[in-house]
């Protein structure tokens, strides 16, 4: 018996027992891209334009060729990234418009709170879009609650909406930052008064003109989605977003020295309107959607700069994804279209941002880890924003009540690129809304079940296009990666499978077993 306690003992006390304990908390970045496409990197094959920083990130770490978000659009996406759970289970949960409430109601268990309960500091930094406020929605000039700070983070500093949607203010924690009392925040349902200037009135003086919706109010030379007036000390500069998310990261990363963190780093790169900071316009040929994404990329070559002068870089996880596919017109005329040349934003994959075919969802994934997540690796395997929650749960040993987190698989170790680990063997991929459009994936079968009978689809980098689809649809990945030869007659017996199972999944409101 001595022995035996004296094994255990020495166990304990080693430096490999003490290591094993250390990594299973390393600290954690999310790093969200906006509207980064499958093919919009140089590691993930773009030749037009070079992303240095992420591609590094790719050769340090595990780069999969089958890792999705859950939704082709950002609020969905984000929903389900951080509930855990699908998006088209619960109502409200598409684009949020400038004055939603918050779609996560305060105490939901998130992929934050789990953390916090393990005992992270965890902070978001950058876009939110998962609306503010109580069913009244955000009162601009007082308390924003609940939002962040209610569902597990610590800390939060905020692009509220989106950068096209009104305001364009910071908000830091419950507050929007540097509003004077005085100049309150009020945005509008309809135009304010007959001489403020808007997109339509004023398009002469845009320095970015809009070719579709964004044209309400006017602020840093263009047109945005909604009206407002106020806060003008508050407002910020489309150009600086990129340097503040940067720095604002890195000062609260400085600051957590006593216990691991987690920071979910949501870039508003590459979401239009594309105005990245004078220092990367005319870095690509590909305008302003180009050097956007070197925008974003040098960002994540910021963090990993930070990490490593901090030395902290072996116990710390990156996770590199995106909210949706990719789309070139997206309301303003910036050159995405016509300076596009031979770039393919979804790469091989159909579709893009709005539609369940691969190149709304299945977007550039990377994992890195310095020392435990093998350098240079490609995985195959089916991994989902998604699963974040579950599979950090596990990883750091947090407790998941059963009815939360419904479907968010633990495929931490597909994550770690462990050889042999597996990813999910079914995923369903949403766009926008609840009772919209899925696809559904097993293996290499996807099913498309449009209930709209309409998509938009990004055909071949052109406009996005409204086209009639059939209610179901069987394409197989492996023969056809670009979803372009419908074999469900073919497969009947397949498809019906599959129709049923996704129908369940649906239904019987989650596909996590407890
Ligand atoms: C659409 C906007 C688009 C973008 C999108 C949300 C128009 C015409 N289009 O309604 O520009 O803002 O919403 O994008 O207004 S997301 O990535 O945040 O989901
Ligand atoms: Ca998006």
């Known amino acids: 018996m001595r022995l035996f306690q004296a094994i255990v003992l020495l166990f304990c006390l080693s430096p490999l027992w003490l290591n094993a304990a250390e990594k299973s908390k390393p600290n954690i970045i999310v790093i969200m891209a906006d509207d980064l496409g499958y093919g919009d990197l140089s590691c993930y094959g773009a030749t037009e334009l070079d992303t240095p920083y992420i591609d590094q990130l790719a050769a340090e770490g595990t780069r999969f060729t089958s890792g999705y978000c859950s939704a082709s659009t950002?609020?969905?996406?984000?929903?389900?990234?951080?509930?855990?759970?699908?998006?088209?289970?619960?109502?409200?949960?598409?684009?949020?418009?400038?004055?939603?409430?918050?779609?996560?109601?305060?105490?939901?268990?998130?992929?934050?709170?789990?953390?916090?309960?393990?005992?992270?500091?965890?902070?978001?930094?950058?876009?939110?879009?998962?609306?503010?406020?109580?069913?009244?929605?955000?009162?601009?000039?007082?308390?924003?609650?609940?939002?962040?700070?209610?569902?597990?983070?610590?800390?939060?500093?905020?692009?509220?909406?989106?950068?096209?949607?009104?305001?364009?203010?910071?908000?830091?924690?419950?507050?929007?930052?540097?509003?004077?009392?005085?100049?309150?925040?009020?945005?509008?349902?309809?135009?304010?008064?007959?001489?403020?200037?808007?997109?339509?009135?004023?398009?002469?003086?845009?320095?970015?003109?809009?070719?579709?919706?964004?044209?309400?109010?006017?602020?840093?030379?263009?047109?945005?989605?909604?009206?407002?007036?106020?806060?003008?000390?508050?407002?910020?500069?489309?150009?600086?977003?990129?340097?503040?998310?940067?720095?604002?990261?890195?000062?609260?990363?400085?600051?957590?020295?006593?216990?691991?963190?987690?920071?979910?780093?949501?870039?508003?790169?590459?979401?239009?309107?594309?105005?990245?900071?004078?220092?990367?316009?005319?870095?690509?040929?590909?305008?302003?959607?180009?050097?956007?994404?070197?925008?974003?990329?040098?960002?994540?070559?910021?963090?990993?700069?930070?990490?490593?002068?901090?030395?902290?870089?072996d116990n710390t996880m990156i996770v590199f994804c995106s909210d949706n596919g990719p789309v070139l017109d997206d309301g303003y005329a910036d050159g995405a279209v016509e300076k596009n040349g031979k770039h393919r934003s979804g790469g091989q994959y159909s579709g893009g941002k709005y539609s369940v075919y691969e190149g709304g969802t299945r977007t550039p994934f990377i994992t890195w880890w310095p020392g435990t997540i093998p350098a240079g690796k490609e995985s195959d395997e089916v991994v989902c924003t998604i699963d974040l929650a579950t599979s950090f749960a596990s990883m750091t040993g947090s407790d998941i009540p059963g009815d939360s987190v419904l479907d968010s698989l633990d495929v931490m170790d597909a994550l770690l690129g462990k050889d042999g680990a597996k990813g999910r063997d079914h995923l369903v991929q949403q766009d926008n809304g609840k009772g919209g459009n899925y696809g559904y994936r097993e293996g290499d079968w996807k099913l498309l079940r449009h209930d709209s009978k309409k998509t938009r689809n990004l055909v071949v980098e052109r406009q996005l296009e409204n086209t009639v689809v059939p209610e179901f649809q069987l394409f197989n990945l492996a023969e056809d990666p670009g979803e372009k030869q419908n074999v469900i007659d073919a497969n009947a017996k397949v498809a019906e499978e599959m129709k049923t199972r996704l129908a369940n999944i649906i239904e019987s409101g989650r596909s996590r077993s407890e």
């Open 74 to 313: 950002c609020t969905p996406t984000r929903y389900s990234f951080l509930t855990g759970s699908y998006a088209f289970r619960k109502k409200g949960t598409g684009i949020a418009p400038p004055n939603s409430p918050a779609v996560i109601p305060a105490g939901t268990v998130t992929t934050a709170s789990l953390l916090k309960n393990a005992g992270y500091k965890t902070a978001v930094i950058g876009k939110w879009h998962l609306g503010l406020g109580g069913p009244e929605g955000p009162q601009w000039n007082e308390e924003l609650k609940p939002g962040p700070l209610e569902i597990g983070f610590d800390h939060c500093y905020l692009l509220p909406t989106t950068n096209d949607r009104v305001p364009q203010v910071y908000v830091q924690d419950h507050r929007v930052l540097n509003l004077d009392p005085k100049d309150p925040i009020t945005l509008y349902k309809k135009k304010p008064s007959e001489d403020h200037p808007t997109g339509i009135t004023h398009r002469d003086t845009l320095k970015m003109d809009w070719t579709h919706g964004h044209n309400a109010t006017i602020h840093n030379g263009i047109s945005r989605i909604g009206f407002y007036t106020g806060g003008e000390k508050a407002r910020f500069r489309d150009e600086d977003l990129a340097d503040e998310w940067v720095d604002r990261s890195v000062k609260w990363i400085e600051k957590q020295k006593d216990a691991p963190f987690f920071l979910f780093f949501a870039s508003h790169d590459i979401h239009v309107p594309r105005m990245p900071h004078e220092r990367f316009q005319g870095k690509t040929k590909l305008g302003f959607r180009g050097d956007s994404i070197v925008e974003l990329d040098w960002c994540v070559g910021q963090l990993v700069e930070n990490l490593k002068r901090l030395k902290i870089e």
